[in-house]
Protein backbone atom coordinates (compact mmCIF):
# COMPACT_ATOMS: atom_id res chain seq x y z
CA UNK A 1 0.00 0.00 0.00
CA UNK A 2 2.74 2.37 0.98
CA UNK A 3 4.86 1.78 -2.27
CA UNK A 4 1.34 2.39 -4.12
CA UNK A 5 1.32 5.97 -2.61
CA UNK A 6 5.30 6.69 -3.38
CA UNK A 7 4.60 5.78 -6.91
CA UNK A 8 1.75 7.90 -7.41
CA UNK A 9 2.97 10.84 -5.35
CA UNK A 10 6.48 9.93 -7.48
CA UNK A 11 4.05 10.36 -11.06
CA UNK A 12 2.43 13.45 -9.42
CA UNK A 13 5.87 15.24 -9.19
CA UNK A 14 7.30 13.96 -12.41
CA UNK A 15 4.52 14.83 -14.95
CA UNK A 16 4.72 18.35 -14.77
CA UNK A 17 8.49 18.69 -15.42
CA UNK A 18 8.14 16.41 -18.17
CA UNK A 19 5.36 18.36 -18.96
CA UNK A 20 7.51 21.88 -19.03
CA UNK A 21 10.74 20.52 -20.35
CA UNK A 22 8.86 20.17 -24.23
CA UNK A 23 6.94 23.68 -23.80
CA UNK A 24 10.67 25.63 -23.02
CA UNK A 25 12.07 24.10 -25.75
CA UNK A 26 9.58 24.63 -28.28
CA UNK A 27 9.39 27.90 -26.94
CA UNK A 28 13.16 28.60 -27.48
CA UNK A 29 13.21 28.42 -31.24
CA UNK A 30 9.94 27.52 -32.96
CA UNK A 31 10.97 27.58 -36.61
CA UNK A 32 14.22 25.15 -35.50
CA UNK A 33 11.79 22.80 -33.67
CA UNK A 34 9.50 22.65 -36.75
CA UNK A 35 12.62 21.75 -38.83
CA UNK A 36 13.21 18.79 -35.78
CA UNK A 37 9.85 17.16 -35.83
CA UNK A 38 8.06 17.80 -39.38
CA UNK A 39 9.41 14.39 -40.41
CA UNK A 40 9.02 12.38 -37.71
CA UNK A 41 6.28 9.59 -37.85
CA UNK A 42 4.67 8.52 -34.54
CA UNK A 43 2.54 5.42 -34.53
CA UNK A 44 0.37 4.82 -31.40
CA UNK A 45 -0.83 1.77 -30.96
CA UNK A 46 -4.08 0.30 -30.16
CA UNK A 47 -4.54 0.90 -26.39
CA UNK A 48 -4.54 -1.99 -23.88
CA UNK A 49 -6.63 -3.16 -21.41
CA UNK A 50 -10.00 -0.97 -20.35
CA UNK A 51 -13.52 -0.93 -21.47
CA UNK A 52 -13.91 -0.73 -25.31
CA UNK A 53 -15.55 2.53 -24.17
CA UNK A 54 -12.46 3.76 -22.85
CA UNK A 55 -10.16 1.92 -25.50
CA UNK A 56 -12.25 3.99 -28.64
CA UNK A 57 -11.75 6.79 -26.24
CA UNK A 58 -8.11 6.98 -26.27
CA UNK A 59 -7.69 5.46 -29.67
CA UNK A 60 -9.00 7.98 -31.45
CA UNK A 61 -7.67 11.25 -28.91
CA UNK A 62 -3.93 9.71 -28.59
CA UNK A 63 -3.96 9.47 -32.86
CA UNK A 64 -5.12 13.59 -32.90
CA UNK A 65 -2.87 14.61 -30.32
CA UNK A 66 -0.10 13.18 -32.15
CA UNK A 67 -0.88 15.12 -35.16
CA UNK A 68 -1.80 18.41 -33.67
CA UNK A 69 1.55 18.48 -31.54
CA UNK A 70 3.57 18.85 -34.92
CA UNK A 71 4.25 15.17 -35.98
CA UNK A 72 3.45 12.75 -38.39
CA UNK A 73 1.00 10.03 -37.56
CA UNK A 74 2.16 7.02 -39.02
CA UNK A 75 -0.03 4.49 -40.98
CA UNK A 76 1.25 1.07 -39.50
CA UNK A 77 4.41 0.29 -37.38
CA UNK A 78 6.54 -0.16 -40.01
CA UNK A 79 6.34 2.87 -41.36
CA UNK A 80 6.79 4.78 -38.37
CA UNK A 81 10.38 6.14 -36.42
CA UNK A 82 8.58 5.72 -32.49
CA UNK A 83 5.44 4.31 -31.47
CA UNK A 84 3.54 4.52 -28.38
CA UNK A 85 1.92 1.98 -26.36
CA UNK A 86 -0.76 2.70 -23.81
CA UNK A 87 -2.55 0.49 -21.10
CA UNK A 88 -5.35 0.83 -19.25
CA UNK A 89 -5.43 -0.29 -15.24
CA UNK A 90 -7.68 -0.25 -12.65
CA UNK A 91 -6.81 0.18 -8.94
CA UNK A 92 -9.02 -1.65 -7.08
CA UNK A 93 -7.33 -0.10 -3.92
CA UNK A 94 -8.63 3.58 -4.68
CA UNK A 95 -11.41 2.96 -7.27
CA UNK A 96 -9.92 5.11 -9.52
CA UNK A 97 -8.34 4.49 -13.46
CA UNK A 98 -4.34 4.52 -14.40
CA UNK A 99 -3.19 5.41 -18.21
CA UNK A 100 0.63 4.19 -18.52
CA UNK A 101 2.14 5.34 -21.72
CA UNK A 102 4.87 3.60 -23.05
CA UNK A 103 7.61 5.29 -25.97
CA UNK A 104 9.63 3.34 -28.09
CA UNK A 105 12.30 3.44 -30.74
CA UNK A 106 11.01 1.17 -33.85
CA UNK A 107 13.99 0.27 -35.27
CA UNK A 108 15.59 -1.56 -32.34
CA UNK A 109 12.21 -1.72 -30.13
CA UNK A 110 14.09 -0.20 -27.34
CA UNK A 111 11.85 1.42 -24.39
CA UNK A 112 12.92 5.33 -23.75
CA UNK A 113 10.40 6.13 -21.10
CA UNK A 114 7.48 5.34 -18.98
CA UNK A 115 4.65 7.87 -17.87
CA UNK A 116 1.07 7.95 -16.83
CA UNK A 117 -1.12 9.47 -14.59
CA UNK A 118 -4.53 8.57 -12.87
CA UNK A 119 -8.24 9.50 -13.59
CA UNK A 120 -11.64 9.04 -12.77
CA UNK A 121 -13.75 9.59 -15.98
CA UNK A 122 -12.08 9.69 -19.24
CA UNK A 123 -13.40 13.00 -19.77
CA UNK A 124 -10.55 14.31 -17.12
CA UNK A 125 -8.41 13.28 -19.54
CA UNK A 126 -9.38 15.78 -22.19
CA UNK A 127 -6.70 18.47 -20.99
CA UNK A 128 -4.07 16.11 -20.21
CA UNK A 129 -3.83 13.68 -23.33
CA UNK A 130 -1.70 16.36 -25.08
CA UNK A 131 0.43 16.62 -22.21
CA UNK A 132 1.51 13.01 -22.15
CA UNK A 133 2.56 13.18 -25.69
CA UNK A 134 4.90 16.18 -25.35
CA UNK A 135 6.06 14.69 -21.95
CA UNK A 136 6.45 11.15 -24.01
CA UNK A 137 8.47 12.82 -26.98
CA UNK A 138 10.34 15.47 -24.80
CA UNK A 139 12.51 12.32 -24.68
CA UNK A 140 12.96 11.21 -28.03
CA UNK A 141 16.32 11.15 -29.76
CA UNK A 142 15.50 13.75 -32.65
CA UNK A 143 18.83 15.33 -33.39
CA UNK A 144 19.24 12.69 -36.09
CA UNK A 145 16.14 13.15 -37.80
CA UNK A 146 17.08 17.29 -38.30
CA UNK A 147 19.45 16.73 -41.16
CA UNK A 148 17.13 14.05 -42.79
CA UNK A 149 14.02 16.40 -43.18
CA UNK A 150 13.87 17.57 -47.05
CA UNK A 151 11.82 20.80 -47.54
CA UNK A 152 9.48 20.71 -50.79
CA UNK A 153 10.47 21.51 -53.78
CA UNK A 154 9.23 25.13 -54.63
CA UNK A 155 6.41 26.14 -56.84
CA UNK A 156 7.15 25.99 -60.19
CA UNK A 157 5.97 28.78 -62.32
CA UNK A 158 3.22 28.91 -64.72
CA UNK A 159 5.19 29.98 -67.36
CA UNK A 160 8.31 28.24 -68.95
CA UNK A 161 10.33 27.68 -72.36
CA UNK A 162 11.85 25.16 -74.54
CA UNK A 163 14.49 23.26 -73.54
CA UNK A 164 16.23 23.04 -77.22
CA UNK A 165 17.99 24.72 -79.46
CA UNK A 166 16.89 23.42 -82.65
CA UNK A 167 13.29 21.71 -83.36
CA UNK A 168 12.06 19.62 -86.46
CA UNK A 169 8.96 18.36 -87.37
CA UNK A 170 6.04 18.30 -89.40
CA UNK A 171 2.39 19.31 -90.23
CA UNK A 172 -0.39 17.87 -92.56
CA UNK A 173 -4.17 19.39 -92.94
CA UNK A 174 -6.61 21.43 -94.61
CA UNK A 175 -6.83 24.77 -96.04
CA UNK A 176 -9.94 26.51 -97.46
CA UNK A 177 -9.22 29.53 -99.72
CA UNK A 178 -11.20 32.58 -101.23
CA UNK A 179 -9.97 33.97 -104.47
CA UNK A 180 -10.41 37.00 -106.40
CA UNK A 181 -10.59 36.77 -110.15
CA UNK A 182 -9.27 39.09 -113.03
CA UNK A 183 -12.25 40.64 -115.10
CA UNK A 184 -12.34 40.66 -118.47
CA UNK A 185 -15.20 42.38 -120.26
CA UNK A 186 -15.10 39.56 -122.88
CA UNK A 187 -15.47 37.24 -120.68
CA UNK A 188 -18.34 38.55 -118.85
CA UNK A 189 -17.68 36.81 -115.52
CA UNK A 190 -20.56 36.76 -113.63
CA UNK A 191 -19.00 36.50 -110.19
CA UNK A 192 -14.86 38.01 -109.81
CA UNK A 193 -14.91 36.09 -106.25
CA UNK A 194 -14.16 31.94 -105.87
CA UNK A 195 -13.32 30.15 -102.97
CA UNK A 196 -11.55 26.42 -103.17
CA UNK A 197 -10.63 24.14 -100.55
CA UNK A 198 -7.12 22.58 -100.55
CA UNK A 199 -4.47 20.00 -98.92
CA UNK A 200 -1.76 21.57 -97.25
CA UNK A 201 1.20 19.61 -95.74
CA UNK A 202 5.56 19.88 -95.09
CA UNK A 203 7.85 19.89 -92.68
CA UNK A 204 9.47 22.88 -90.47
CA UNK A 205 12.82 23.89 -89.23
CA UNK A 206 12.61 25.98 -86.20
CA UNK A 207 15.82 27.64 -84.47
CA UNK A 208 15.23 28.82 -80.50
CA UNK A 209 18.15 31.37 -80.19
CA UNK A 210 15.91 32.59 -76.78
CA UNK A 211 13.83 30.84 -74.76
CA UNK A 212 10.78 32.61 -75.70
CA UNK A 213 11.53 33.78 -79.36
CA UNK A 214 12.46 31.09 -82.05
CA UNK A 215 12.96 31.51 -86.18
CA UNK A 216 10.72 29.04 -87.96
CA UNK A 217 11.15 28.29 -91.86
CA UNK A 218 8.90 25.64 -93.06
CA UNK A 219 8.17 24.11 -96.74
CA UNK A 220 4.52 23.43 -97.52
CA UNK A 221 3.03 21.64 -100.62
CA UNK A 222 -0.70 22.44 -101.59
CA UNK A 223 -2.89 22.62 -104.67
CA UNK A 224 -4.57 25.60 -105.64
CA UNK A 225 -7.92 24.24 -107.50
CA UNK A 226 -10.02 27.76 -108.46
CA UNK A 227 -13.54 27.43 -109.67
CA UNK A 228 -15.21 29.93 -111.96
CA UNK A 229 -18.31 30.34 -113.75
CA UNK A 230 -18.85 32.27 -116.47
CA UNK A 231 -21.57 33.92 -119.19
CA UNK A 232 -20.99 34.25 -122.79
CA UNK A 233 -23.15 36.98 -124.47
CA UNK A 234 -24.11 35.63 -128.17
CA UNK A 235 -23.48 38.15 -130.83
CA UNK A 236 -26.47 37.24 -132.32
CA UNK A 237 -29.40 39.32 -130.70
CA UNK A 238 -31.96 37.18 -129.09
CA UNK A 239 -30.18 34.48 -128.45
CA UNK A 240 -29.51 33.39 -124.52
CA UNK A 241 -26.05 34.07 -122.98
CA UNK A 242 -24.51 30.76 -122.61
CA UNK A 243 -23.07 29.15 -118.90
CA UNK A 244 -19.49 28.26 -118.40
CA UNK A 245 -17.54 27.07 -116.08
CA UNK A 246 -13.98 25.89 -115.35
CA UNK A 247 -11.24 25.69 -112.98
CA UNK A 248 -7.69 26.51 -112.51
CA UNK A 249 -5.37 24.55 -110.85
CA UNK A 250 -1.58 24.30 -110.27
CA UNK A 251 0.77 22.61 -107.43
CA UNK A 252 2.51 24.89 -105.27
CA UNK A 253 5.90 25.22 -102.86
CA UNK A 254 4.92 27.68 -100.29
CA UNK A 255 8.35 28.46 -98.13
CA UNK A 256 6.90 30.83 -95.25
CA UNK A 257 9.67 32.72 -93.10
CA UNK A 258 8.42 33.40 -89.70
CA UNK A 259 9.07 34.67 -86.15
CA UNK A 260 7.51 33.13 -83.32
CA UNK A 261 6.87 33.63 -79.85
CA UNK A 262 7.71 30.23 -77.95
CA UNK A 263 5.67 29.93 -74.37
CA UNK A 264 4.85 27.10 -71.96
CA UNK A 265 1.81 26.69 -69.38
CA UNK A 266 2.15 24.45 -66.72
CA UNK A 267 4.92 23.22 -68.55
CA UNK A 268 2.91 20.64 -71.02
CA UNK A 269 0.86 23.26 -72.81
CA UNK A 270 2.79 25.33 -75.50
CA UNK A 271 1.20 28.59 -77.24
CA UNK A 272 3.17 30.05 -80.20
CA UNK A 273 2.08 33.00 -81.98
CA UNK A 274 4.02 33.82 -84.65
CA UNK A 275 3.90 35.59 -88.57
CA UNK A 276 5.94 36.71 -91.02
CA UNK A 277 5.98 36.38 -95.19
CA UNK A 278 6.22 33.79 -97.59
CA UNK A 279 7.04 33.27 -101.14
CA UNK A 280 5.65 30.96 -103.85
CA UNK A 281 7.74 28.32 -106.29
CA UNK A 282 5.07 27.08 -108.95
CA UNK A 283 5.73 23.04 -109.24
CA UNK A 284 4.01 22.60 -112.08
CA UNK A 285 2.25 24.34 -115.26
CA UNK A 286 -1.07 26.29 -114.59
CA UNK A 287 -4.02 24.42 -115.87
CA UNK A 288 -7.21 25.44 -116.78
CA UNK A 289 -8.66 27.93 -120.23
CA UNK A 290 -8.62 31.20 -120.99
CA UNK A 291 -11.31 33.36 -123.13
CA UNK A 292 -9.87 34.04 -126.76
CA UNK A 293 -11.94 34.49 -130.29
CA UNK A 294 -14.99 33.83 -128.40
CA UNK A 295 -13.73 30.38 -127.73
CA UNK A 296 -11.69 28.59 -124.19
CA UNK A 297 -8.37 27.92 -125.13
CA UNK A 298 -6.14 25.70 -123.03
CA UNK A 299 -3.35 27.67 -121.18
CA UNK A 300 -0.25 25.89 -122.28
CA UNK A 301 3.09 26.81 -123.12
CA UNK A 302 3.42 29.63 -120.61
CA UNK A 303 4.57 30.40 -117.18
CA UNK A 304 3.32 31.99 -114.21
CA UNK A 305 4.51 33.64 -111.19
CA UNK A 306 3.28 34.43 -108.02
CA UNK A 307 3.44 37.12 -105.40
CA UNK A 308 5.30 37.30 -101.67
CA UNK A 309 2.42 36.67 -98.95
CA UNK A 310 1.76 37.70 -95.45
CA UNK A 311 0.58 34.53 -93.08
CA UNK A 312 -0.14 34.90 -89.30
CA UNK A 313 -1.34 32.64 -86.65
CA UNK A 314 -1.32 30.05 -83.06
CA UNK A 315 0.15 26.96 -82.45
CA UNK A 316 -1.47 25.14 -79.68
CA UNK A 317 0.66 21.82 -78.40
CA UNK A 318 0.95 19.44 -76.01
CA UNK A 319 4.51 18.68 -74.68
CA UNK A 320 5.05 14.74 -74.64
CA UNK A 321 7.21 12.81 -72.49
CA UNK A 322 8.93 11.91 -68.93
CA UNK A 323 10.54 15.68 -67.83
CA UNK A 324 9.05 17.19 -70.92
CA UNK A 325 12.01 15.19 -72.64
CA UNK A 326 9.49 14.20 -75.91
CA UNK A 327 8.40 16.05 -78.44
CA UNK A 328 5.34 18.27 -79.03
CA UNK A 329 2.11 17.63 -80.43
CA UNK A 330 0.42 20.92 -82.00
CA UNK A 331 -2.31 21.95 -83.89
CA UNK A 332 -1.86 24.95 -86.02
CA UNK A 333 -4.02 27.62 -86.78
CA UNK A 334 -3.21 30.38 -89.38
CA UNK A 335 -4.36 33.01 -92.21
CA UNK A 336 -2.63 34.02 -95.13
CA UNK A 337 -2.76 36.61 -97.96
CA UNK A 338 -1.06 37.31 -101.19
CA UNK A 339 0.27 40.57 -101.48
CA UNK A 340 -0.81 40.49 -105.49
CA UNK A 341 -1.35 38.46 -108.57
CA UNK A 342 -0.66 35.29 -110.13
CA UNK A 343 0.64 36.47 -113.39
CA UNK A 344 0.64 34.55 -116.47
CA UNK A 345 3.41 34.81 -119.42
CA UNK A 346 4.00 38.16 -120.20
CA UNK A 347 2.22 39.78 -116.85
CA UNK A 348 -1.31 39.10 -117.57
CA UNK A 349 -3.04 38.62 -113.98
CA UNK A 350 -5.39 35.79 -113.44
CA UNK A 351 -6.13 35.65 -109.78
CA UNK A 352 -5.39 36.50 -106.33
CA UNK A 353 -5.53 34.73 -103.43
CA UNK A 354 -7.21 37.45 -101.04
CA UNK A 355 -7.50 35.10 -98.06
CA UNK A 356 -6.80 31.77 -97.08
CA UNK A 357 -7.16 29.89 -93.62
CA UNK A 358 -5.70 26.68 -92.76
CA UNK A 359 -5.75 24.21 -90.12
CA UNK A 360 -3.01 21.29 -89.54
CA UNK A 361 -1.95 19.13 -87.32
CA UNK A 362 1.77 18.44 -86.68
CA UNK A 363 4.48 17.04 -84.53
CA UNK A 364 8.18 18.57 -83.87
CA UNK A 365 10.95 16.91 -82.11
CA UNK A 366 13.84 19.15 -80.25
CA UNK A 367 17.86 18.63 -80.82
CA UNK A 368 20.50 19.65 -79.16
CA UNK A 369 19.57 20.31 -75.05
CA UNK A 370 20.26 24.28 -73.61
CA UNK A 371 22.07 24.25 -70.53
Known sequence: MQD??????????????????????????????????????????????????????????????????????????????????????????YGDETITAELYITETNTLIITTGMGYTAVEDMNDWNLTMIYSLMANAPLNKYINTWVPPPPKKSILSFPEYWLYMGFRVGYSNRQYRLMTDPNLKLSIDFSRGNSFEGGVQLSLQPFPFLAIQAEALFSNDVVPFQFLVIPDEPGEPP????????????????????????????????????????????????????????????????????????????????????????????????????LEWSEGDPVYKRVGMVSITAGYRYGFFKRK
Not at 31 to 54: D, F, H, L, Y
Not at 272 to 286: D, K, R, S
Request: proline content about 4%; charged content about 20%; hydrophobic content about 40%.
Open 242 to 341: QLGEDTYSSWLLTVPLTVKGTFQLFERLALNPFAGLYFIVPLNELKGNKYENDELTPLTGGTYTLPLGLTAGLEIGAVLGKERSGGTLFLDIRYSADFGW
Open 4 to 93: LMKQKLWLLFLIPLAVCTPLFAQSADDVENMSRIANVRVWVAPVKGGTIQEREYFDFNMQEEVKGSGYLLAESLEKSDFYIQFTLVHDEA
